[in-house]
């Protein structure tokens, strides 16, 4: 099996647009989430999110869209995208650049790309909408491609031409986080040298709002404490989009290319709860069963693992599931690996979110530092015999578990080790 590394890097998010900035606000506890101004109205029953900055993409015609000027994308690139489509089209040049990719290297037959998204909820009823009104044959030829789930890879696969596996995962918000397990998969057992991973999503009013109904979201009109997962008052999950790209890549790339990975992707695992298509598991069987199977994976002993950023979305059944999953596999032993979600500085980025934290650990195992969990006030009690850390601690984690839960009850814990020559 070959070593699979993390090798580059790309952001689009609520708490920065680029690796230094994601990295700052990580360490400092800052958040991005605002009062959004399209729930304002009186009959919206939640009042927040953690919209991404410097981007416009309200409108229905993409050619109407804002971004930053850093980023030139043509005209019929755009036409076949979503909001989202955007935001991984810009996450993906940073990732390239931060690996120090050249053309050949993206454009390789061993070179993939795995994508994790939602598609576009507001484009798809635009255009469904259109069709009905006005006829079949009025529908943007593109409609089709911009808005459907799979929109990311169709259109990063062909922007970017790349000719390994590629190929998009559906499994709610542990979508991104199947899609780097099986991307590690893909090097490992030597069938592509270089993975592209992408998860992303709109974050808008059609991506978020649909969780009220589920009384998912916090009802909380203050952006400082609504995202607060761990806290006994937490009352829900605070929506967010944006994209984030990792570069994944064997052992023998990263020597060819002479590059310093982030860490190593040391293995991953999964598995089901069965028991309900929305709710965790109470006592978090699946998650505990694929932490389980990550550790084995990986060859490591629950003892070596330093810090575990958590699913926890801030959803009161949620948090202490996870807890229990922890608590069951690390108890044994008697270790206390430290805790946080950085959902309470993000918000919730359903399919984007394994991506986004596993971009946020690798920062972690490169920089030195592990990120607080932030807007605790009064930790639950359901989670108090854990090791939540409450503020950022300034030392460089060896071992770093990444959780993800998913509607079904998928559930997908992946981990990362440190690279000996930047720890």
């Known amino acids: 099996m070959a070593k699979v590394y993390v090798t580059g890097l790309g952001f689009i998010t609520s708490i920065g647009n680029d690796i230094t900035s994601v990295a700052e606000n990580l360490r400092e506890m800052r958040h991005g989430i605002v009062a959004y101004e399209p729930f304002a109205a009186s009959e919206i029953p939640v009042k927040v999110a953690a919209p991404v900055r410097d981007f416009d993409t309200d409108s229905l015609d993409p050619e109407d869209w804002t971004y930053p000027n850093r980023y030139r994308v043509r005209r019929e690139y755009l036409r076949s995208m979503g909001p989202h489509g955007l935001y991984s089209f810009c996450s993906m040049i940073q990732a390239i650049e931060d690996a120090g990719l050249a053309p050949e290297d993206v454009s390789d037959e061993e070179t993939g790309l795995f994508g994790a998204s939602a598609g576009s909820p507001n484009l798809l009823t635009y255009y469904v909408r259109r069709m009905h009104d006005l006829g079949v044959m009025r529908c943007s030829p593109l409609g089709i491609v911009a808005s459907i789930a799979g929109t990311v890879q169709f259109n990063l696969v062909a922007h970017f031409k790349i000719k390994g596996a590629s190929t998009g995962f559906a499994s709610a918000c542990a979508s991104s986080s199947h899609a780097l397990g099986y991307a590690y998969d893909e090097i490992a057992l030597g069938r592509q040298k270089r993975m592209f991973v992408v998860g992303a999503e709109d974050g808008n009013v059609e991506t978020i709002l649909p969780f009220a109904g589920m009384r998912a979201l916090s009802p909380s009109d203050d952006p400082d404490t609504a995202s607060r997962p761990f806290d006994r008052g937490r009352d829900g999950f605070v929506g967010t989009g944006g994209a984030t790209t990792l570069v994944l890549e064997s052992e023998e790339e990263v020597a060819r290319r002479g590059v310093v990975p982030y860490c190593e992707l040391a293995g991953w695992g999964q598995a089901s709860d069965g028991h309900n298509v929305a709710i965790s598991h109470p006592d978090g069987h699946g998650l505990a069963n694929a932490l389980s199977r990550a550790i084995q994976s990986s060859s490591i002993e629950p003892s070596a693992v330093d810090y575990i950023n958590a699913h926890a979305t801030s959803t009161p059944i949620g948090d202490v599931s996870e807890g229990k999953a922890i608590r069951t596999v690390f108890s044994p032993s008697g270790s206390k690996p430290a805790i946080s979600s950085t959902k309470a500085l993000t918000g919730h980025g359903l399919s984007l979110a394994g991506a986004m934290e596993t971009g946020f650990c690798?920062?972690?195992?490169?920089?030195?530092?592990?990120?607080?969990?932030?807007?605790?006030?009064?930790?639950?009690?359901?989670?108090?015999?854990?090791?939540?850390?409450?503020?950022?601690?300034?030392?460089?984690?060896?071992?770093?578990?990444n959780n993800s839960s998913g509607f079904g009850g998928a559930n997908v814990a992946l981990v990362m080790r440190a690279v000996p020559s930047v720890g």
């Open 362 to 401: 690798a920062l972690a195992l490169r920089q030195g530092f592990i990120p607080g969990s932030a807007h605790v006030t009064d930790l639950d009690p359901a989670v108090v015999d854990l090791n939540i850390l409450l503020e950022t601690e300034e030392r460089r984690p060896q071992i770093v578990i």
